[in-house]
């Protein structure tokens, strides 16, 4: 997940009527098709969050995800889904997985009764439970970093919730903006065996998740129905402003402790959109701008999705206020990178991905050339080695895959077998569709895509992902990538 991305269902759509309407001609539609691109780009995290709670979190979600060959991510409200393998090139999902942590996932309800979860003492490898809120913005997190490597039991509330909880459980973490909310953990795998492998399982197995109500006892399983999105994709004019409005109204935001966001509900109002709201009392022009506004303003985030952030020798640095973008007021960062491109995405203090489609001549890579990527001894990612901080550099092909086949699609810098540099300290990381056989200490090949049949689109971008990065990499965004230079032509 890159950050996490999402699993693309648009060809899934579960369809609703969309009668004909007319327009009167009094300029309803213009009105609400241009707030309507404003109030989609705000509120898509509210459509997709729900359609993924839904996929994720209901058996009949779960049995739709299976009928269509969507990731089966099953895990009822209040409980773990836990990935048990790396990310590699046999599963084909999409979605830019990183190959260096396995992921947790969670979908929590709040409202009712505070979730403490609980973490073992990990102190030999990276770990992180990233806490997002239903508005894609992070809220809080436990891990090497925000908490230490110690054992412990952490209090997820809502902000009026001001109970006392037992003296083991810590009520040190920020309270969510909504009660609604979903956990994104990573466990840090150090090397490829099998055994390093079960001992990261055997950590997932320790993330519990229980309701204050049953502490320290067995939870209580949720009992009540996940909201149904109307539509399972977000290309449905009518039930993207369906879903939002209900979602809002289930979830509504710009509550305390987030920036106050009322004057501008108090203006999507004005179309039908936002918490109690209901699209079928507008009138036909503006039903008709909405559904123009739908369409369109998923085609901009789209495109807003790419090319964002500073660009340093061809790699794109993600904004600052990436992960808390909406507390930010940057809504188009917040739907476009956070939501779109990932449900979520780290702050940088936590992690930091900067990916390259580019070479150093700014042409499109792709696996008819072979280039080169060198770290001199003095330019590696810079990261908290005592919070297990590393780095790593992944390959994907177009479709935001591992490439089919390959065995060479990263190279993690924890990894021993990453270990040996050359003679001056650097490491050499050489991009191409074939092997050239054996290269000089301290290089290594990545493995680019080829052209078939069935693959025309050969061309491919990289993700360097920084863990616990210094601020050099995460605050200042001082730290220069070395260029990917094209060495010469695979053909």
């Not at 942590?101 to 609980?118: F, N």
């Not at 110690?150 to 037992?166: E, Q, S, V």
Request: negative net charge; aromatic residues 10%.
């Amino acid at each position: 997940m890159s950050n996490t991305r999402q699993p693309d269902v648009s060809q899934f759509s579960i369809q609703l009527p969309q009668r004909t309407l007319t327009t009167a001609g009094n300029g309803d539609e213009e009105y609400a098709y241009s707030l309507g691109i404003q109030a989609y780009i705000y509120g898509f995290p509210w459509i997709y969050n729900t359609q993924l709670r839904w996929l994720w979190a209901s058996e009949a979600g779960q049995k739709f995800s299976i009928k269509f060959g969507l990731p089966d991510l099953y895990a009822p409200i209040n409980t773990f889904h836990h990935s048990r393998v790396l990310a590699n090139p046999n599963a084909q999902t999409g979605g830019s997985p990183n190959t260096d942590t396995l992921y947790s996932t969670a979908w929590l309800e709040i409202g009712g009764d505070p979730i403490v979860i609980s973490v073992p003492a990990v102190t030999d490898r990276y770990f992180v439970i990233e806490m997002v809120c239903m508005d894609a913005d992070n809220f809080a997190y436990v891990g090497c970093y925000a908490t230490g490597t110690k054992a412990g039991n952490f209090l997820i509330a809502r902000p009026h919730w001001n109970g006392t909880p037992p003296d083991e459980v810590l009520d040190i973490l920020p309270r969510s903006r909504t009660d609604t909310v979903f956990l994104l953990g990573r466990t840090g795998v150090n090397n490829s065996s099998d055994a390093d492998l079960a001992i990261a399982n055997a950590i997932q197995d320790q993330y519990i998740l229980t309701p204050l109500s049953d502490w320290p006892g067995p939870p209580t399983p949720w009992a009540k129905p996940v909201m149904v999105p109307y539509g399972a994709d977000y290309n449905h004019t009518v039930g993207a402003w369906k879903t939002m409005n209900e979602a809002m109204t289930q979830n509504p935001p710009g509550l305390p402790p987030g920036i106050n966001q009322q004057q501008m509900l108090k203006l999507f109002a004005t179309i039908g959109i936002g918490p109690n709201q209901d699209v079928a009392q507008q009138s036909d022009g503006r039903r008709l701008g909405l559904q123009r506004a739908a369409k369109e303003g998923l085609e901009l985030l789209k495109k807003l999705s790419k090319g964002r952030g500073k660009v340093v020798n061809g790699w794109n640095y993600p904004p600052l206020d990436i992960g808390r973008a909406g507390q930010n007021s940057d809504f188009i960062t917040r739907g476009a990178l956070q939501s779109l491109s990932g449900i979520c995405a780290n702050d940088p203090e936590e992690a930091v991905y900067i990916n390259a489609h580019v070479d150093s001549d700014g042409k499109t890579l792709n696996g008819d050339n072979a280039y080169s990527l060198t770290f001199a001894a003095d330019n590696f990612p810079s990261f908290n080695a005592s919070m297990h901080g590393f780095w790593s550099v992944t390959l994907y092909d177009s479709t935001y895959n591992l490439v089919s086949g390959s065995e060479n699609y990263s190279v993690n810098g924890y990894y021993p077998e990453f270990q040996t540099k050359d003679a001056q300290g650097g490491l050499t990381i050489v991009i191409q569709s074939t092997d050239s056989g054996n290269l000089p200490a301290g290089s290594y090949w990545l493995q680019a895509p080829t052209k078939s049949d069935t693959n025309r689109d050969n061309s491919f971008f990289l993700i360097l992902r920084v863990y616990v990065p210094l601020p050099e990499i995460s605050y200042t965004q001082s730290w220069e990538p070395p260029r990917i230079v094209k060495m010469n032509s695979n053909a």
